[in-house]
């Protein structure tokens, strides 16, 4: 089975940037990321997880509305690694992120990440 694992959450001020990577190991995890659609969430506490952008098969992406301008995801198909760049930052942005693997139609959940918290302060 192929695991997940997210990097780079902390704690930042507003306006700063951070940098969450997802990391695919495991048996069967080459080409992980480009036989799958691929997608960052995050999640408040006490609300259902909410997506924040992904990246189709064949890279298209695309960004919840709150984010759009602000954060980027990216893959390194060679390290088997998803990435979120987020700038500009805001408090609003403070929740548990995760990364998750869907089929190539990005509508059935296949796999998820355990998560990396991320704070933003005023």
Known sequence: QVQLLESGGGS???GGSLSLSC???GYRASNYLARHCMGWFRQYPGKEREGVAKMQTDGITT????VKGRFTISRDNAKNTLYLQMNMLKPED???YYCAAMNIFCSEYL???QGTQVTVSS
Request: proline share 6%; glycine share 6%.
């Open 12 to 14: 930042v001020q507003a």
């Open 23 to 25: 990391a695919a190991s």
């Open 63 to 66: 960004y919840a509305p709150s």
């Open 94 to 96: 403070t929740a548990m």
């Open 111 to 113: 796999n998820w990440g």
